[in-house]
């Protein structure tokens, strides 16, 4: 509580915001700088580090999407004991990346179900082998193809696979009644997208989901996003939405366009900004030059 009266006072400027987020990384294991907010209807999110949490705090017990680190997911597990001593029915993944399911093995012995899209469980043991640290994982119990449904409590949560965005596994995972869908790291908020070529990514059905999805969900919904540059705003709407979508678009635009102007790949990841998208900003804009022009290439 103390910590987020806090950070509320605080000048959000770019130097503070700077500062505050070294401390984190230095902070002893047991100082709490995270943040745990109910959305509305018992569903919330959760932020520390890594990709952003979504909870259900249903009658019955508790949903969690995704699960950071080991050393984060213990704070939130804490959060939700604090709200009642129930069981935690389900732990579900959106895509199989460390930053979303590290954390997993925090739940060990306390989840009833583990679920993710069947290529995110391919690509969890795949790459929890190549680091040689299965041994620190807990992976999925229960994969499907298409879509995977459940009820919990009042509460209805559905699970919806599109095909290839940001690696081949990614799931968008919606709360019926609250109408909250998490999209995992289908979102990146003005915020340069990590493109996972290596695990089946595809920048070009990666806009066509986002184009489903703004038809699938309604103006009330509320979307949780994995990562965005500002904290405030890791929850959104569709204009959000069709704003990465247009990034994504943009992004294709201009490689395509530089391809043809006969220009090098080192000369296209000289860029510093996307033109049609000047919003997206951060780090690692190479990633995305990167992964469009593997796509554009390949063609
Ligand atoms: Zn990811």
């Known amino acids: 509580m103390e910590r987020r009266r806090f950070l509320k006072q605080a000048t959000l400027t770019a130097a503070v915001m700077a500062f505050i987020k070294g401390e984190v990384f230095s902070a002893p294991a047991n100082r709490r ?33 995704d699960s950071q680190f080991p050393n984060t997911a ?16 389900y732990l579900l993944n959106t895509h199989h990346h460390g930053d979303h399911t590290g954390g997993n093995i925090a ?54 696979y599109y095909g290839s965005g940001h690696t081949n596994g990614d799931v968008v995972y919606h709360f019926q009644n609250a109408n909250i869908a998490h999209m995992g790291d289908l979102m990146f908020n003005r915020r340069f997208p990590f493109i996972d070529k290596e695990n089946g ?6 806009i066509t989901i986002l184009d489903t999805v703004v038809k699938q969900f309604d103006g009330d919904t509320i979307f949780i996003f994995g990562h965005a540059k500002d904290p405030q705003q890791i929850t959104g709407n569709k204009a959000d939405i069709l704003a990465f979508r247009n990034y ?52």
């Open 74 to 89: 213990v704070n939130l597990i804490q959060e939700l004991k604090n709200l009642g001593d129930k069981p935690i029915k």
């Open 201 to 206: 990514a595809h920048i070009g059905n990666w």
């Open 33 to 65: 700088d995270f943040n745990f907010k109910e959305i509305r209807n018992g569903v919330g999110y959760f932020t520390e580090q890594g990709g952003t949490i979504a909870w259900l705090n249903a009658k019955t017990g508790y949903a969690v999407v």
């Open 248 to 299: 994504l678009d943009s992004l294709l635009i201009f490689v395509q366009k530089e391809i043809t102007a006969g220009k090098p790949l080192s000369e296209i990841l000289k860029a510093t900004t996307i033109p049609g998208a000047p919003e997206w900003t951060g780090d690692g804009i190479q990633r995305s030059l990167n992964a469009a022009y593997t796509e554009l290439t390949a063609r």
């Open 107 to 160: 739940f060990k012995g306390i989840v009833e179900h583990i679920v993710a899209h069947q290529n995110a469980l391919v690509n969890h043991k795949l790459a929890a082998e190549k680091a040689n640290n299965v041994d620190k994982q807990l992976f999925a119990t229960t994969t499907f193809g298409k879509g995977w449904r459940a009820p919990l409590g009042d509460e209805r949560i559905e699970a919806y």
